[in-house]
């Protein structure tokens, strides 16, 4: 077997690239450009509100911290966190996100976010940042194919701590499309590349990061089937009568009944991989 000759990085790219194709979204950020899921995404995140509570207690953050958020989304970090620092950059490519962080800063009276709707990969940190920042965040941000280019941009854009937040193992959300693409669409789901392949991109880097292992319970909310054939609808790009009975009767199956609602529940398992810059 020839280890050292594996390209973590190819690795990366091939899975992230594969995934994002099968995104029958065909652009990754189309799910995101939507205000409607968007303030889903926000409202799920402010009912959960224990995993941000303790993403705040173990990010290193002073008053006189300069922060970036990679990928900041409504701002379900940049939001609480700008509170208690000096200033933040959140960086969101996707407008309904980008809409949405905006009513929030508003909305808490909250003026020391500065915003940058871009990619990271697009973005050119010293045209586009006023880097560096003490600290710098990318929470489940990581749709970036050159991943190795990417996290040497953020080691560009840092004084001192790298905070990414990742996934560890297949996702609820893939299981469903594993279950699904076959009927849907006669083809198989690639599930996207994990910490693995990440730890494995930052080791060739020479950087050997804290790993933390955590899990996190994920519950999406719907009043009817039909509210959630809306939602789904439009992820899985329906077309046919015979793929929306498909994902009918796979909603029917997932969904639990709680308090009069429809609850979609998973657990995923996800990391903390940080580091202090060099
Ligand atoms: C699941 S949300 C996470 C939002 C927030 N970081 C959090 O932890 O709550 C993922 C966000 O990453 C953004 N994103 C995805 N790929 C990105 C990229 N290449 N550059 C910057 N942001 C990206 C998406 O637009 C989306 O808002």
């Given at each position: 077997m020839e280890y050292g000759k594996i390209d973590w990085n190819d690795v990366w790219k091939e899975l992230m690239t594969t995934q994002q194709r099968l995104d029958?979204?065909?652009?990754?950020?189309?799910h995101w450009n939507k205000k409607e899921n968007a303030e889903r995404f926000w409202k799920r995140s402010q009912t959960n509100s224990e995993r941000t509570d303790s993403t705040l207690s173990e990010i290193s953050l002073t008053p006189e911290s300069r922060v970036l958020d990679i990928?900041?989304?409504p701002g379900r970090l940049s939001i609480p966190i700008a509170k208690k620092v000096s200033h933040v950059t959140a960086?969101?490519?996707?407008?309904?996100?980008?809409?949405v962080l905006k009513e929030n800063m508003k909305a808490q009276g909250i003026n020391n976010i500065h915003c940058v709707s871009k990619r990271w990969e697009d973005l050119d940190v010293k045209a586009d940042l006023d880097a560096p920042y003490d600290v710098v965040i990318a929470s489940f941000s990581l749709g970036m194919p050159d991943i190795r280019e990417a996290i040497q941009k953020m080691e560009q854009a840092s004084s001192k701590y790298i905070y990414l937040y990742w996934f560890a193992g297949i996702t609820p959300w893939e299981e469903h499309s594993i279950s699904l693409w076959p009927s849907l669409y006669g083809t198989n789901y690639v599930p996207g590349p994990k910490c693995d392949v990440l730890y494995n991109v930052l080791y060739n880097m020479g950087i050997f990061p804290d790993v933390h292992v955590f899990s996190m319970d994920y519950t999406n909310y719907f009043s009817s089937v039909d509210e959630a054939m809306d939602f789904y609808r439009d992820r899985y790009v329906i077309e046919t009568q015979t793929q929306a009975s498909i994902l009918r009767d796979h909603l029917k199956s997932?969904?639990?009944?709680?308090n009069g609602q429809l609850v979609e529940k998973g657990t995923s398992?996800?990391?903390?991989i940080s580091w202090e810059k060099k």
């Open positions: 029958k979204t065909g652009d990754k950020n189309t990928g900041s989304g960086v969101e490519p996707a407008a309904g996100m980008m809409d997932i969904l639990v009944q709680e398992t996800r990391v903390r």
